[in-house]
């Protein structure tokens, strides 16, 4: 079993547990740093260590346009073309081929697609993408499926959920068939369970996965533009659904106050390109609310982002300073932002776990979001 169950709260449905990979063990609750193309933007692998990153997520299908499979088999895999020695998430990149290439079609095959780079045309079939994901050496592989835009009706979504399980059901077959062929390290690969705003489309979704079997289960098809009361919905809904036993992956959900109360109802795995994308356009996430660093009330303010955070952007520079150098087009602004942000992110799941741990979840929620209204 490669998730343990360790600890769980007595008033919420959050958890604390740990789940085993090839290249080492990821404490649960826990946020990962996106790195989509081999790299979390701005940032060194130094940095992600000092801010205690234990896992980051790649992406398929950019790592497959560039620089190809050819390139990172040469290299020995995509630690060792990265320089990262701990676990690596890769999505599938089924989000990007429906949200970026430029034309593409289903079919019951797989999905052939333009790139969004040259407009060279490829076919991707379930089981290229896991024999693509093998080569990278993934320690968590995510299958091919089909992510929902919304809203969508629902005979779109019940014929996208057939497309969807028989992927799902084709790339297990395939991983099975590459380890037991002894192929590089061994793989753990996430069910994604999609069916949009229907919970009954997602109880449907839940159940066929299950039955197919895999090493844990992704919440797809959120955070695509439907309200905030839906994605809580479909999320605390679906969580409830999912085994105890198998790590729970909400996919591309990371507002702080999202992921802890996605915590609240059971959800282990947060990414999201928040932290990072945010931080280049110069905002920056503290515990009383989110600061935009480019505004004029900051120009002498002398404070670090955060007192008492502790990381180096904190530790070296002022709001004023900060502020100074995106306001002159610094690429250093970038950088410093993004450091604080991830550092605050990790930190944050990470004092989550810690309250799960010793049985007072309700109350750190509840105290983060009364700090949140309290002025920063």
């Known amino acids: 079993m490669s998730f343990k169950l360790l600890h769980k709260d007595s008033t919420t449905r959050a958890r604390a547990g740990v789940l085993r990979t090839a290249h080492g063990e990821i404490q649960t609750p826990v946020f990962m740093p996106v790195g989509t193309q081999a790299t979390v933007k701005t940032l060194t692998n130094e940095d992600l260590l000092a801010a205690k990153a234990q896992v980051i997520l790649g992406n398929a299908y950019h790592l497959y346009l560039r620089p190809g499979a050819d390139i990172i088999k040469q290299a020995g895999g995509l630690h060792k073309f990265m320089s990262w020695e701990l676990p690596i998430l890769t999505d599938s990149g089924g989000f990007q081929i429906f949200s970026l ?216 520079y002022s709001r004023a300073y900060i502020r100074h150098l995106f306001n002159t087009d610094e690429i250093l602004g970038l950088r410093l932002v993004s450091l604080h942000n991830i550092v605050f992110y990790v930190k944050l799941i990470a004092s989550a776990r810690q309250a799960i741990v010793e049985g007072r979840y309700a109350a750190f929620l509840k105290d983060f979001m009364d700090k949140r209204e309290e002025k920063a």
Request: glycine letters at 10%; proline letters at 4%.
């Open 101 to 316: 290439a430029v034309l593409r079609k289903i079919t019951k095959e797989g999905v052939d697609f333009q790139s969004h780079i040259d407009g060279s045309r490829h076919f991707l079939t379930p089981e290229k993408v896991v024999e693509f994901q093998k080569l990278l050496g993934s320690d968590i592989i995510m299958p091919l499926d089909e992510c929902v835009k919304y809203p969508s009706s629902r005979d779109y979504i019940e014929q996208s959920l057939k497309i969807t399980h028989d992927w799902a059901s084709r790339s297990k077959t395939a991983l099975a068939a590459a380890c037991a062929g002894g192929e590089g390290s061994p793989n753990l690969m996430f069910g994604i369970v999609q069916g949009g705003s229907y919970l009954d489309l997602r109880k449907r979704s839940v159940e066929e996965l299950c039955g197919i079997g895999f090493d844990g289960f992704a919440i797809g098809g959120v955070a695509v533009g439907e309200p905030e009361e839906i994605l809580r919905e479909v999320t605390e809904y679906t969580a409830a659904l999912l085994p105890e036993n198998r790590a729970r992956y909400l996919m591309g959900v990371g507002m702080p106050l999202d992921m802890l109360k996605a915590i609240a109802a059971g959800v282990d795995m947060f990414d999201c390109v928040v932290p990072t994308r945010n931080g280049r356009n110069g905002q920056a996430f503290t515990l009383r609310g989110e600061l935009q660093l480019r505004n004029a009330s900051f120009k002498s303010d002398f404070r670090p982002i955060e007192e008492g955070c502790g990381c180096y952007a904190c530790r070296t």
